[in-house]
């Protein structure tokens, strides 16, 4: 599916709103500035999704995962390939010394970022677009790419499509590319583009 360019542009500028919001609550935690940009948006068909994230993540990647339901509903998740997670975390948490592995309170960090994410981009959909849904426990997850999309196409039978965002952390001396993903049937992609497009 091809997004019309207004389409792009309502959509790009939905997850512009929800970067912000996140960017001033993780600065915020974080006690430093921290920036949010999207720079890229695009649709893929949810077959496609394993061709598009490889070329760009390789190896372990940490996921938050959060399920959504309502008259748009799905899954969201924030990807990260495990090397920006680490990085990420320790710069969140003004380690000085490099941390090499993810330990229990970096996952709670790495939780709490994706929570914020998550349902600042949620939460835009429901105050802007005026489409309700409510929320899952967030999860994290560390596997590699094809596990975590099986897990995704497992007992689906709508076909599905992923919107696939890339949004860069820039946070004191570190630029970081994570991957907002969230993976919509075809009724519930429909329904958040015509919310969008009413927008304008």
Not at 74 to 93: E, F, K, P, R
Request: hydrophobic share 50%; with cysteine.
């Amino acid at each position: 599916m091809e997004l019309s360019n207004q389409q792009r542009d309502a959509l790009a500028e939905v997850f512009n709103i929800a970067t912000a919001r996140t960017a001033a609550a993780l600065s915020h935690l974080s006690g430093q500035r921290v920036i949010l940009d999207v720079p890229e948006l695009a649709v893929h068909p949810i077959d496609e999704l394993a061709a598009t994230l490889s070329a760009v993540i390789q190896g372990d990647i940490v996921t938050v995962h959060q399920i959504f339901n309502g008259s748009v509903a799905g899954d969201a998740l924030l990807l990260l390939g495990y090397d920006a997670a680490v990085t990420l975390t320790d710069v969140i948490t003004n380690e000085n010394v490099p941390s090499k592995h993810l330990n229990a309170s970096a996952r709670e960090v790495l939780m709490e970022v994706g929570n914020i994410l998550l349902n600042a981009c949620m939460g835009i959909f429901g105050d802007l677009l005026q489409v309700r849904v409510s929320f899952a426990v967030p999860r994290l997850h560390l596997d590699d790419l094809t596990a975590l999309l099986h897990s995704l196409t497992i007992g689906q039978d709508e076909l599905q499509y992923a919107l696939v965002v890339l949004t860069t952390f820039r946070l004191r001396d570190s630029e970081l590319n994570g991957y907002l993903v969230i993976v919509l049937g075809v009724a519930s992609l429909e329904h958040l583009l015509q919310a969008t497009e009413q927008l304008g």
